[in-house]
């Protein structure tokens, strides 16, 4: 990639529906272990930036490039195997099962044979020991035994995360994860997302809310109507006058 401090390079990438160009020549890179926050008014492209890197849509054109490998047009399955684990915005745990039990599914996925033999082959010490352990890290040890179903939505996200670090990701890629919190489960969301950054783990966060954005990221991607318009450290993105205009001239709340 040149840049061996670089990870991900999405690369003049566009996708275009019918007329309509969501990704417009979008070209930036992610380095390790930084968390970089993709921010951009309604309808700025950001959904469509996430789904495109994910694999949910083939781009129109361009290129994604993690590592040294070229991964668009693969399938979700595919570019989960070469390293980037999403979380999606809507949650779904198995909701019946626990949620160190749904840490330990996520660990046995490999050895996926059917679902009522999956504990008998996953539900090792090991595993148990490395699903406690992901859920340290996401601050939701003393919730093991809860079922998932019985978290609030901030912590149904945090077991998405526990669950997506199960794959031992070179990437991790959040969508919009603050969505429908409240402030003070956002405040709580965002501190824990800090401490996975002193754990020096890559994220990128599609995030609507340009305060959530700018408290945990450590460079900010603009968009709006398809185009990056600005790329910075969050000090530098708040002052450029084109990224004010585009969020005030949308007549935005979050801005
Ligand atoms: N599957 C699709 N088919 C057609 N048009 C689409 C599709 N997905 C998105 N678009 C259009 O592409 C543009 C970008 O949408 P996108 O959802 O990526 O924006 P966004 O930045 O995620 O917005 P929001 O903040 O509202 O979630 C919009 O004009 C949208 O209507
Ligand atoms: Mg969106």
Known sequence: MGNKNGILEVRNLKKHFGGLKALDDVTFKVMRGETLGIIGPNGAGKTTLFNTV?????PTAGGIILGDKEIQGMKPHQIARMGIARTFQIVHPF???TVLDNVIMALGRENYCGFFNIFKISRTRENTGRAKELL??????NY???KAENLSLGYKRRLEIAR???LDPVILMLDEPCAGLSYDATQDFMEMILQLKEQKITIVMVEHNMAVAM??????V???YGKKIAEGSPDQVK???YVIEAYLGKDDESA
């Open 54 to 58: 994910c694999g949910v849509y083939a």
């Open 95 to 97: 909701r019946d099962m």
């Open 136 to 141: 340290s890290r996401v601050g939701l040890m």
């Open 144 to 146: 093991r035994h809860k």
């Open 164 to 166: 997506a670090l199960a």
């Open 215 to 220: 408290g945990v990221s450590d460079r900010i």
């Open 222 to 224: 603009v968009l709006n």
């Open 239 to 241: 002052k450029d006058p």
